[in-house]
Nanobody
Framework: QVQLVESGGGSVQAGGSLRLSCAVS???????RAWFRQAPGKEREGVAA????????LYAHSVEGRFTISLDNAKNMVYLQMNSLKPEDTAVFFC?????????????????WGQGTQVTVSS
């Protein structure tokens, strides 16, 4: 069965860094991957994505320059390096795989999801 498992979440002070990891089973190395986040009372928001057929990743404007998505195809892993964290980054972060098409940052366009990992940034 296809499974996505996130890890690396936790609590950090503003300006700090965290690296999230997502282990993906039974998918090819060329499958699209993405990170989303959801804060209480807000809709799920696309953070970063690596799409098949694209040589460079995509980022939400709010994280561009601070976050980096990367892949380890041999291990079927996807990472999200988060630097210069801000309190407004506080959310549950989810990894996703297999994009149906359309806009990348719409959660309905992704097939498989992990259970999420909490990231809390204090001021």
């Amino acid at each position: 069965q296809v499974q996505l498992v996130e890890s690396g979440g936790g609590s950090v002070q503003a300006g700090g860094s965290l690296r999230l990891s997502c282990a993906v089973s039974e998918l090819t190395a060329t499958s699209s991957r993405a990170w989303f986040r959801q804060a209480p009372g807000k809709e799920r928001e696309g953070v970063a994505a690596f799409l098949t057929g694209h040589s460079t990743p995509l980022y939400a404007h709010s994280v561009e320059g601070r976050f980096t998505i990367s892949l380890d195809n041999a291990k079927n892993m996807v990472y999200l390096q988060m630097n210069s964290l801000k309190p407004e980054d506080t959310a549950v972060f989810f990894c996703a795989a297999v994009n149906y098409g359309g806009v990348w940052n719409a959660e309905g366009n992704w097939h498989f999801w992990g259970q999420g990992t909490q990231v809390t940034v204090s001021s």
